[in-house]
């Protein structure tokens, strides 16, 4: 006969609690059956595997030695199963497997930190990828599969994709600490008309890119750019060395040394209401019980965050 198909877990089952009690009334008992159906699913079993796995006499039941040997490997099958069976559900919760996930590196300065600290004590079974980068270059990682899901920051629509906000910050204008209106509590973009500009590339992603020289645009000009940099240690860095001034979302004070200052931007009318945007992106209509997972995590950081700016 066939095992592989004749043999069924619940044949199994029977006779790991046969084998146990050694007593058919108590295994009976035990898997919730009447004593004639186990027996009967017994001496079938024993058809199948062609042996005895029991000497019975009307006083006491005693395994074989093949009823012995099968123990082991009934035992061992049925954890195997057991296994195998939490192993899928726990894909299909989204808690084991790989996860690639794509961020911008200021985006470190907000609640990104806190976001991978509470999914990995969420999901310690995944193993969670970071790749560190620009806007642009995040999204180019999705498209081309490579990247589960992305945290950008004033990303530009892209098809295929949903973007959501999940932290707003304002934007600050960075001065050497020796420049003539370091001191100020506030300045406005009209000051900066005239200053060289250190910045970093629109390749990093257009609207990334134009939304903090937008700021100048509204008081009539745009900023001569003089000097490119990848991030905003090296812009901090150049800006105190008296190479030029910025504009940086506020959580750049974060890393800021003495030799810089950061002051909230004015506008002619007051406090400006332009401000920088980070986000989660995500594919449109995804269902992955791995990504949703790491979705969710976010949403529940992003929905008890204090701003504090």
Same mark, same amino acid.
């Given at each position: %006969?066939?095992?592989?198909?004749?043999? =069924?877990?619940?044949?199994?089952?029977?006779?790991?609690?046969?084998?146990?009690?050694?007593?058919?009334?108590?295994?009976?008992?035990?898997?919730?059956?009447?004593?004639?159906?186990?027996?009967?699913?017994?001496?079938?079993?024993?058809?199948?595997?062609?042996?005895?796995?029991?000497?019975?006499?009307?006083?006491?039941?005693?395994?074989?030695?093949?009823?012995?040997?099968?123990?082991?490997?009934?035992?061992?099958?049925?954890?195997?199963?057991?296994?195998?069976? =939490?192993?899928?559900?726990?894909?299909?919760?989204?808690?084991?497997?790989?996860?690639?996930?794509?961020?911008?590196?200021?985006? %470190?300065?907000?609640?990104?930190?806190?976001i991978f600290r509470e999914y990995r004590a969420a999901y310690p079974g995944v193993q969670l990828h970071l790749h560190e980068s620009f806007t642009a270059k995040v999204i180019e990682g999705m498209q081309s599969g490579t990247l589960d899901a992305g945290l950008l920051r004033d990303s530009d629509p892209t098809e295929g994709l949903d973007a959501a906000t999940i932290y707003s910050e304002p934007f600050v204008i960075v001065l050497p600490s020796r420049h003539p209106r370091a001191g100020q509590k506030s300045i406005?973009?009209?000051?900066?008309?005239?200053?060289?500009?250190?910045?970093?590339?629109?390749?990093?992603?257009?609207?990334?890119?134009?939304?903090?020289?937008?700021?100048?645009?509204?008081?009539?000009?745009?900023?001569?750019?003089?000097?490119?940099?990848?991030?905003?240690?090296?812009?901090?860095?150049?800006?105190?060395?008296?190479?030029?001034?910025?504009?940086?979302?506020?959580?750049?004070?974060?890393?800021?040394?003495?030799?810089?200052?950061?002051?909230?931007?004015?506008?002619?009318?007051?406090?400006?209401?332009?401000?920088?945007?980070?986000?989660?992106?995500?594919?449109?209509?995804?269902?992955?019980?791995?990504?949703?997972?790491?979705?969710?995590?976010?949403?529940?950081?992003?929905?008890?965050?204090?701003?504090?700016?």
């Amino acid at each position: %006969m066939n095992i592989n198909v004749e043999i =069924e877990l619940r044949h199994l089952r029977y006779f790991v609690a046969v084998a146990e009690e050694l007593h058919f009334g108590r295994a009976a008992q035990r898997l919730h059956l009447a004593q004639p159906p186990l027996s009967q699913q017994i001496r079938k079993l024993e058809q199948i595997l062609d042996c005895s796995l029991f000497n019975r006499t009307s006083r006491s039941v005693r395994l074989t030695v093949a009823g012995e040997a099968f123990l082991e490997r009934a035992r061992r099958t049925l954890l195997n199963v057991s296994r195998d069976l =939490e192993e899928t559900r726990s894909i299909g919760r989204g808690e084991v497997g790989s996860l690639h996930i794509g961020f911008v590196g200021s985006a %470190m300065l907000t609640i990104l930190p806190a976001i991978f600290r509470e999914y990995r004590a969420a999901y310690p079974g995944v193993q969670l990828h970071l790749h560190e980068s620009f806007t642009a270059k995040v999204i180019e990682g999705m498209q081309s599969g490579t990247l589960d899901a992305g945290l950008l920051r004033d990303s530009d629509p892209t098809e295929g994709l949903d973007a959501a906000t999940i932290y707003s910050e304002p934007f600050v204008i960075v001065l050497p600490s020796r420049h003539p209106r370091a001191g100020q509590k506030s300045i406005s973009p009209t000051h900066l008309r005239d200053e060289p500009f250190i910045y970093y590339p629109r390749s990093a992603g257009s609207r990334a890119f134009e939304k903090p020289l937008s700021l100048c645009e509204e008081h009539g000009f745009r900023p001569h750019i003089v000097q490119e940099a990848q991030n905003w240690l090296t812009i901090l860095r150049l800006i105190g060395a008296g190479l030029g001034v910025s504009i940086a979302p506020a959580c750049v004070r974060r890393i800021a040394a003495p030799d810089v200052v950061c002051l909230p931007v004015r506008s002619n009318s007051g406090a400006t209401g332009i401000t920088s945007s980070i986000e989660i992106a995500t594919f449109t209509g995804e269902s992955r019980p791995i990504v949703r997972g790491f979705a969710q995590i976010v949403s529940a950081i992003a929905g008890k965050r204090i701003v504090t700016n």
